[in-house]
Structure formats: structure tokens, C-alpha cells
């Protein structure tokens, strides 16, 4: 009788199902039923494998999908094309970057956008991926590691990338419901349904987890209050003023900051409802995170008597205390320091990969470096943040939204600290790996800003004699023999570097070329599409300190505009037409407009990408239109004060003066275009005060006429604002200047004036006067209609009115002509006419039927 099969293997996420037959779909990848192949019993016999020859294969087995566990995997698999390799992962969830969580839970991607690979990836590279798999013990004198579901697997050597788990202190209160942290997409995945809008949450730890964390769920719009032991946010990356300013930062988001805060208690009865500190205050709470730090996963090495301190202890070559067992990553302890940090994560993971097929390449430490790229101000740090006792010097410059900090030890750079600014970033973190030499820099008047400039060419001539280096010492840059169009991103961050920009071709970078925006590993970047559009690359600094700076210009000369105009249109004393009305508002919704976007820029960068392009069109469309309103109006305002300066007009200003006494060559200065506009202004800005001007120039007046007009003018004003005997003269020479177009415009007024009389007589002889018996033109009478009416009326009010008899249109006429109607006593009675046939005629009809 055959044998019975009973156990089944899923072959893209390494599922083992025990039964005599396969599942119809798999219940951690949802493959289906032709994806699982039969599992011999071998699989979990305790046999010792053979030692890998010519005929077999290696077989590594890596514990941990995570940064490190999946940077060995892929530099495992170019070194060994032809290795066995097995990767577990004890979650359901394809390998992801953990530090993606932040970006998750803010909503800055999407779920699918956290994993590294599709499962598709695994299979074409040919490894084993066990998803949703526990490790039960390593049993390293049969070289195998045992799983919990009964499974062993053999192995030639054995990497060790389980990273750490969430310490939770022991605080009481600290299992009740709404206390989590946040680690795992599963975490994320419930923070995501707890945390509604105006939930109360509350963040215990301000390091990096803790300030993301916080970052993400203010985002989501919860009400965020962030504990933080200690005096400043980061206090192990960054300087107390550093500090201070990552804080006021955090407290725009809307994070309420509360620092040199200690947790006592958690309370509440089965759920959270609050957080009690030592010195006994409360923060209510709907749902608690704890970031307080990870614990490394060292126990299943410890078990195996494998040598365990803060972490696996490993040498330079990331070896433990077995010689076919390797470890790297957040569980893994180097000369004494658990990095815990993404990025010794990825170069450890990288190395440990190659030396599992046999590399033997050493790992010589990291400066410690965080990155912060969350909350909208990019904070970075590496190395020592404070100098030693002797022969160390600090560079630190605050400028507008940025913070430079550069320790040095005898001239050689050994720490750095970037706030708002991460540019530097990469030439930073290596000018401290190397401990560069900056005594070129280091001389009287060296600034931050100045180290910021060396660190940028430094580190571009760095990168292309490294490259040259390893093309065979051509002095050709690398970039020559690569395609410049070539592009690769960054799945962490979304950087880009394209070669043609960059003037550097991809394979000539160093293997230890990290990304400049957030670290990642050279290896973690995915080829891009040539024909893809690349992606708007921020400006330079000092580009947008330019920008600023004219942002702050434009913000100064509308203020002073402000200042100047609103106190004279107060005081204004003849109505303001529409337009100018009009202008006003709209110069008033873009003064508004621009103070708010410098608001979001400035203090709420969060709103940045949402408001500041729609503000911005706005603004300019705005700015346009204020334009377009401003200049015909003061173009015909020029065209109509430009013949008060001709020669023509100023000699006869001259010659007028002389007429009051005046001589020759006062008269003359006088009648100086200088004089005439200083005339004018006094005139606007002081006479303004106490007079109308409005009678002031109703009425022209002979020369001697203003003079003394001018007189009384400065005698009122004298208590106020003095007008001296200097400016007496020089408004008076203004008037006389501006006496012939106050003449035509006084005309022009008295021609209306008289119009209107000559109309509101014709109504009264026309109201005892019978009809007209003479023939009626119906047409005509129409036409003069409609354009006498709309003088003053809409032909509209009219109809919604109408007259019914001729008495009626009659009184109709008359009121028309008293509201601002003029016509002929001729022109009134063909609309009287026409309103009595047209309206009420035909109501006499409609009443009679």
C-alpha cells in the first residue's frame, strides 16, 4: 500500500499544510491549489546535511525578512548564483522595510507600496520564502533549525537577522486595551482603526519611533501628546538647541510637547482613559503608544548557547561564537554596540550575505547616525554631538528654517548636525566615517554655512576618484561608459539619481554608496523605466533663500503701501467709485493671501504640500488682476495731468503769479514741475485733514482768489499740521496750474446743471398741455425711449411697473426727469406717447373686455 502524503509545501510563500490533500487555496498568500508541492518526510528528519560539494549545493538558511535579513539574501544570491537558500520570516506579510511603518500609518503610502518585493521576486531569484513561520530552537550540532511546526531544516551556515522586539516598561496598566506599539504591519494596521479623527492619543518616548509615531497620528488628525523623559527630543542625537528647535517644531504640527515627562501609571478599568506622571498630573488618553526602545531578539541564539551580552556578540566578519553561524542587524552586538539604526542594519545584512558564501570581508562599524523624515523638519545626526575636553571645536549656525552643528577633534570632523536642511547629509556622514581632515576650512571667519559648502565639493570629488579607482584609475568619469540616461529610485524615500544629472554612472559607485535623502543601501534601488519622467528635484538652498528673501521684500513694500494709502482713503472725502472700490478689496484678499501663505511655509509645513500651489495661483492670478486695475487708471490719470506740467501751462503759471505780486523769478521756481508736484502732495496729505476738498475746487478762482483761499486753508490747519509760508505758495501755484481743467470740469457741470432744468420745466408745461394730436411715429418714439430712459432707469422697471393711463405716464415721465432724466420738451412727449399707446391703452382694452 503507497504511502499516504500528509504534509504539503506552498511554493511562493513556504506554507506547510498537513493533510492527505493540498488546500484549494492557500490561507497565508491565497495561492492556489496547483502552488503547493508534496514534502517528503525528509524535509523533517534530524539527519546531519552533507557537507556541500561539487554535486550539491550550499544550503543557507537566513532567520529574519527584516532590513539586514533581506539585504544577505540579495548580495547572497549575486555571490552565490547557484546557493540553496532559505529565508523565514515569522509574519504573514511579504519582507518591508520596517521604517516604512511611519509613512503608512501618516498615509504617506499605500499598504501595497511597503513590501520590497512582489512574491513573484522570490520565485525568480529562487528562494525558499517560509511566511508565517516560527523558529522552536537551533540545534547547531546538526547544523538544522527546528520549527514549530515540526519541520527541521538543515543547513551548511546559518545567518541570524531576528532583529528586536518592543521593550514595554513595567508600567502598571500597561495591558489594558488601547496600549499598543507599533513594530509590524498588523500593528500599523490597528493603529489605523483605533486612531479616528479627534482621538486622544498619547505617545510615551520622544527617540526617533516615538517622534515619528507622533508625526503619523497627527496627521490622521488625533489629538497627539508626546512624553519625553528627558529635557529636549532626542537627546542622544541631537544638542539641547537643537532639541529645543525639533520641539517648537513638533508643537506646529498640533503635537502637545511634554518634556521631562515621567509615566507612573496607565489608567483605567479594562480600556485606557488616561496617563498619570510622577509629578501627578494626567493626560487623558483614547489609545496609548509606547516607543520606549527595542530589546534585541537574542533568546533562540542564548538557547543554543551561542554567546549573547546586549545582543549576539559577532567579530569584524560578523561571525558568532559558532563558526557556521553568522549574525547581522538589530540582533546582533559589534565591539560592544547594538546599533538598533536602519542603515547598520542594511551594510550589515550585506556583508553577512557575502561572507556566507565565503567573502571573508570585514565590517569595521558605523558612526552611530539617525535620520528624521517624518515631520516635515528633515533632522539628521551622526557621530559625536558634543566635543571632547580638549581640542575640540563646535561650528553651529541657525539660519532661516535650518541649523548647522560641525564638532571637530584636532581639526578632523567627527560629528554633525543637520536641521532642515539634509543636502549635506551624505558628504557629512562620510567626512565622519573617514574622520576628514578639515583643517583647510577650520581658519578665522569659518562658519557652519562655510563647512556645509567644503563638505558638498569635497565629497563630489570623493565620489568620482573612488569611481575612478575602481574603473581601472582612468581619470574618465565613470558616467562616459555607462548609458546617462540610466535612472534608479530609492524605495524608502523615492529619491532618484539619474546618471546623466549626476555626471556619474550607477556602476561606478561604491558598494557602500548610500541613498542622500534617507540612507538606503545602493542595493535597495530599483531600476526606472528611461522613458519615465524623473521627478522635480528640490531647488539648492540658496535658491530658496532667495525666494524667501523676495517673498519677504514683496511682504514689506505692501505693508508699507498699507501703511501709506489706508490712513489717506480713510480720510477720503469724495466717493469712491467702483473700481477703486474694487481695487481696494482686491489689494486687501492678496495682502491676506500672502500672509497666510508665509504662514504654511513657515509654521505649518504640514498644509505645505495641500494649500501653498492652489494659494500661490491663486495669489499671482490675484496679483495680475490688481495690476490690470491700477495701470489704465493711472495711465489716463497721466494723460490727464500731464498737460499741468508742459512748458505751455507753466509759463502761464508763471506769468498768473507775477499778477500777485510775485517777482520774476519766485514766480519762475514756482512754476517748476519739482514745486508743482510738491504742491499736489501737500495739498493730498495735509489739507486733507480739515477741509473738503471737494469746495475747495468746486468753484475756479483767479490767482489772488486761491492765494487767499490757500490762506484760510493753512490758518485752520495750523493746530494740526502747520502749512508753511514756503508751501502756501506751492499749493497755490498747484490750483493755479490745475485752474483750466477745473474750469472745463466746472463747465461741463454747469451744461448738466442746466440740462436737468431745462428738463424738469419741459415736464411741468408738458403735465397742462394735452397729447400731441400730431402723427405718431411708433418706431421712433421707441427709440427715444429707450435711450432717454436708460439715463437714469432700466427699461425693465418699466414693465414690471407700467403705466395705465396717460395721467399715469405722465407722472411716470415727471419722476423720471426728477431722478436725472434730460430731455427736450419735444423728446418727452413722444414717451409720454409712447407709454400711454404702448402700456396703457392696451390696459383700457384688456379691462374693457
Known sequence: MPDVQTAWICSVCGYVHRGAEPPEVCPVCDASRESFEPLPESATSAEKPEPATA?????????????????????????????????????????????????????????????????????????????????????????????RDGRRLPFDKLLLAAGASPFIPPLPGADRQGVTCLRTVGDADALLQACQAGARCVCIGGGLLGLETAGALARRGAQVTLLEGHGWLLPRQLNERAGQILGEHVGQLGITLCSKAKTREILGAERVRGVLLEDGSTVPADLVVIATGVRANGSLAQQAGLEVKHGVVVNDQLLTSHPDVLAAGDVAEHKGVVYGLWTASQAQGAIAGRNLAGAGEAFTGLPRSSTLKVLGLDAF????????????????QELEGRYYRFVFQENRLVGAILLGDLQPMTAAKRAVEEKRDCASVL??????????????????????SRAAGRSGGSTQPAAKAATPTRRYRCPVCGYVYDEGEAGQGWDGLPHDWACPACGAAKSTFEPLDVDAPAPRRPAFGRVALAHRIFGYVFLALYVVLMWEMVPRLWTYQIELPARTVMHMSLGLAVGVMLLLKISIVRFFKRLDAALVPALGTTLLIGSVVLIGIAVPPAFREALATGHLFTEENRHRVETLLVQTGLDQPASARLASVAMLRAGQQVLRQQCIDCHDLRTVIARPRTPEGWRQ???????????????SEEQQWQVTAYLVALSPQLQQSAQRLREQTQRRDDAKQAAESLAEKPADAAPYDAAQAKQVFEAKCSECHGTDEVEQAPPDSEAAARDLVTRMVAEGMTADENELAQIVRYLTETYAKKAASNNSD
Do not use: C
Not at 113 to 127: G, N, V
Not at 709 to 723: F, G, H, K, N, Y
Open 55 to 147: 554535486g550539491r549545493a550550499a544550503r543557507f538558511v537566513v532567520i529574519g525578512a527584516g532590513s539586514a535579513g533581506m539585504a544577505a539574501v540579495e548580495s547572497l544570491r549575486k555571490t552565490a548564483p547557484d546557493a540553496e537558500i532559505v529565508l523565514i520570516s515569522h509574519e504573514a506579510e511579504l519582507p518591508y522595510y520596517r521604517l516604512n511603518l511611519t509613512r503608512y500609518l501618516a498615509g504617506e503610502i499605500d499598504r501595497p507600496d511597503l513590501f520590497i518585493h512582489p512574491a513573484a521576486w522570490y520565485q525568480q531569484q529562487q528562494i525558499q520564502l517560509l511566511r508565517g513561520t516560527e523558529v522552536a530552537a537551533l540545534q547547531l550540532a546538526d547544523r538544522a533549525v527546528q520549527l
Open 381 to 396: 545626526s551622526v557621530g559625536q554631538i558634543a566635543p571632547a575636553e580638549s581640542g575640540g571645536r563646535v561650528l553651529e
Open 709 to 723: 483761499t490757500v490762506r484760510r486753508m493753512a490758518d485752520l490747519t495750523s493746530q494740526l499740521a502747520p502749512i
Open 443 to 464: 581658519r578665522s571667519g569659518a562658519t557652519a554655512e562655510s563647512v556645509v559648502e567644503y563638505l558638498a565639493a569635497a565629497g563630489a570629488a570623493n565620489l568620482r
